[in-house]
């Protein structure tokens, strides 16, 4: 009986403890990391409704991305696609963040000229709305799509592989409660008039799209940091 009490006691206050000790001790500090460029990709994962749906869809912690901006007084700043497109320094985001998780990937021989093309090509899209659909209709945007984006107008690179919504794994609550809440505007089935979720799920699936973790497993990329 001493025993079970112990585990109980270890399960309700120590272990919770460790893990924020634990998360504490390895916060992704900005100041500590090495040497960013301009171009880096980095993932973390956010703190969205929609972040548990990425996670069980894509199978990855990974459910944010964006691109490292060195600004000319060296500090980092990340490009993302949240609604709008914006720079936001890279300390915040990682704040933005759960548990200070980052990790930061980088694109063999990406030359200084190419990274600068990916920026500009990113910043085309400065202001633009979030895409809750997951659409390559570029009039909204998300955050892989935004990378993926750039570095192909950019730099002619196509970075990930493209699935479609039905390769993912859908089915489970987080995922199913997602596509409940969002079908009805979904723009293919508007566009042809379905009212029905059941009508509209075949569409959905076929919708194509690129994650956060499908980008971080292209092979030109290599991990310069990351504490996950």
């Given at each position: 009986m001493k025993r079970v009490l112990l585990g109980v006691l270890f399960v309700l206050f120590l272990?919770?403890?460790?893990?924020?000790?634990?998360?504490?001790?390895?916060?992704?500090d900005v100041a500590r990391l090495p040497e960013l460029r301009s171009g880096d990709i980095v993932f973390h994962?956010?703190?969205?409704s929609q972040t548990l749906a990425i996670m069980m869809a894509s199978g990855s912690l990974?459910?944010?991305?964006?691109?490292?901006?060195?600004?000319?007084?060296?500090e980092p700043y990340v490009v993302e696609a949240v609604g709008p497109v914006r720079e936001v320094s890279l300390?915040?985001?990682?704040h933005e963040g759960l548990g200070g998780r980052l990790t930061v990937m980088r694109v063999r021989d990406l030359?200084?000229?190419?990274?600068?093309?990916?920026?500009?090509?990113?910043?085309?899209?400065?202001?633009k709305p979030y895409d809750p659909f997951f659409t390559f209709d570029t009039d909204r945007i998300y955050c892989s799509e935004l990378v993926y984006n750039?570095?192909?107008?950019?730099?002619?690179?196509?970075?990930?592989?493209?699935?479609?919504?039905?390769?993912?794994?859908?089915?489970?609550?987080p995922v199913q409660m997602v596509i409940a809440r969002r079908w009805s505007a979904f723009p293919p089935c508007q566009s042809q008039g379905i009212?029905?979720?059941e009508s509209c799920l075949p569409l959905i699936h076929k919708q194509e799209l690129i994650t956060p973790v499908s980008l971080s497993q292209d092979e030109r990329l290599e991990e310069?940091?990351?504490?996950?």
């Amino acid at each position: 009986m001493k025993r079970v009490l112990l585990g109980v006691l270890f399960v309700l206050f120590l272990a919770p403890a460790a893990l924020a000790a634990y998360l504490w001790l390895t916060w992704a500090d900005v100041a500590r990391l090495p040497e960013l460029r301009s171009g880096d990709i980095v993932f973390h994962t956010d703190n969205t409704s929609q972040t548990l749906a990425i996670m069980m869809a894509s199978g990855s912690l990974y459910t944010h991305t964006g691109i490292i901006k060195i600004s000319e007084g060296g500090e980092p700043y990340v490009v993302e696609a949240v609604g709008p497109v914006r720079e936001v320094s890279l300390d915040e985001w990682i704040h933005e963040g759960l548990g200070g998780r980052l990790t930061v990937m980088r694109v063999r021989d990406l030359s200084p000229e190419q990274a600068a093309d990916v920026l500009e090509a990113a910043k085309s899209y400065y202001g633009k709305p979030y895409d809750p659909f997951f659409t390559f209709d570029t009039d909204r945007i998300y955050c892989s799509e935004l990378v993926y984006n750039a570095f192909q107008d950019g730099a002619g690179l196509a970075l990930g592989r493209i699935q479609t919504i039905g390769e993912l794994q859908t089915n489970n609550r987080p995922v199913q409660m997602v596509i409940a809440r969002r079908w009805s505007a979904f723009p293919p089935c508007q566009s042809q008039g379905i009212d029905t979720l059941e009508s509209c799920l075949p569409l959905i699936h076929k919708q194509e799209l690129i994650t956060p973790v499908s980008l971080s497993q292209d092979e030109r990329l290599e991990e310069i940091f990351s504490n996950y």
